[in-house]
């Protein structure tokens, strides 16, 4: 018995030692979750790409032999025309084509970085949403158990009277049908309950994970506020970034218009005469304007670049203010049960508390149990819906903490 009262407590200070708040967790999935360090290899990776994008084209080595005679293969010097040669060509890129192309990767690898910012974002509203559903169910479950209680206590009531009245045998059966309602949603949310802790183990990259946060109600910020911060938004970035790769992408279609010359210079062997030299220049004509037509693509593209940042810029905020409007609109409806309903059918109970307590009016007291339980129900959920929201303007302003 000692050891049981020795082990107990220690038990329970391990439980909240090993619970964390929610900022921990996020902070810790952000260093661990392998969806994002895929990500971070790609990043890693653009730095290749931005260095090769400064190289020249390779040079091309040709190896020659001239005029082979088919009666005589293997000899060389029966005339001047006969040769051996090596050539060597290189193509210059035109001026300002190596910063075009590097800029353009540059910008590519800009639109990756973002997308690591939106998965990151993304990755800390589902932890947080995860987290205030656990919240919730926990507190349903709380809320049920205290209900199993009282109901408990008004089924012994009921017995209690069977002898006087003929009615409370009948109203005992109808709080008993209220206790097993109540067993099975206790059921069916810990069955949730285990999903999502599942699920949030997964998110955070760590089993037994536990939140020590509590479920509780916050004044909301300004619709302001929120707006105010719409270009944080790592999606929205992306968006401007990928209209600066288009413009880069343009530029540089703009300088394939002008064709790279390239420079070959060749060594000739020949036996038993004198060996030479040779020089070549020369470049590609752009006569058939594939190069206009490409540039022309690339114009429109870019237009529509920024034709798109701008629409999603736009449906962002439109998504805000929708946010917003449920936000608010959890936050009335609990404050509604806190302040106005549950109080009211607290003074229900308090009138008919004496009729209650002598066992004339049990039948009420359970339909009054049930409404309450209904509204504590209620409240938990705005709660749940309203913290849910929250964290998904949080991720539409870009905030992962």
Excluded: C
């Amino acid at each position: 018995m000692r050891m049981i009262t020795i082990v107990l407590p220690l038990l329970v200070v391990s439980n909240i030692l090993q619970a964390e708040s929610i900022k921990q967790l996020i902070d810790y999935s952000l260093k661990k979750h392998p969806s994002l360090q895929t990500i971070q290899h790609r990043l890693s990776a653009m730095d290749e790409r931005i260095a090769k994008s400064r190289n020249w084209a390779n040079p091309e080595l040709v190896l020659n032999m001239s005029d082979i005679r088919f009666d005589d293969p293997t000899n060389r010097g029966l005339e001047p025309m006969q040769y051996q040669a090596i050539n060597y060509k290189q193509r210059f890129p035109w001026f300002g084509k190596i910063d075009a192309r590097e800029d353009f990767t540059r910008a590519q690898k800009s639109v990756i970085s973002d997308s690591y910012d939106i998965s990151k974002v993304k990755l800390a509203e589902e932890i947080r949403s995860t987290a205030y559903t656990i919240l919730e169910i926990k507190e349903r479950i709380r809320i049920v158990n205290q209900y199993e209680k009282l109901t408990n206590q008004n089924i012994a009531l009921y017995d209690a009277y069977t002898s006087t009245d003929s009615m409370s045998h009948s109203n005992s059966m109808a709080a008993e049908l209220m206790l097993s309602r109540l067993h099975i949603r206790a059921e069916r949310y810990k069955a949730v309950l285990k999903s999502q802790q599942a699920k949030l183990a997964y998110l955070v990259q760590r089993k037994n994970v536990s939140v020590s946060d509590k479920f509780r109600m916050y004044r909301p910020k300004s619709l302001g506020y929120y707006l105010s911060k719409l270009k944080r938004n790592p999606a929205y970035k992306r968006a401007l970034s990928q209209t600066k790769v288009a413009n880069a992408n343009k530029e540089m279609k703009a300088l394939e218009v002008n064709p790279d010359p390239f420079i070959q210079v060749g060594y000739f062997n020949r036996k038993e005469y004198e060996d030479y030299a040779s020089v070549s220049v020369g470049f590609a004509l752009p006569i058939f304007g594939s190069e206009k037509l490409e540039t022309e693509a690339a114009r429109k593209d870019a237009l529509s670049a920024q034709s798109a940042a701008l629409d999603y810029k736009d449906a962002l905020e439109s998504e805000i203010r929708v946010s917003y409007a449920k936000m608010n609109e959890a936050y009335r409806i609990y404050g509604i049960i806190q302040n106005d309903s549950l109080p009211k059918l607290q003074h229900m109970f308090e009138l008919n508390e004496a009729s209650i307590e002598s066992g004339e009016d049990l039948f009420t007291y359970t339909n009054l149990l049930e409404q309450k339980l209904d509204l504590d129900e209620e409240r938990t959920v705005a709660k749940a819906q309203y913290l849910r929201t929250v964290a998904k303007l949080k991720s539409l302003i870009g905030e992962t903490r």
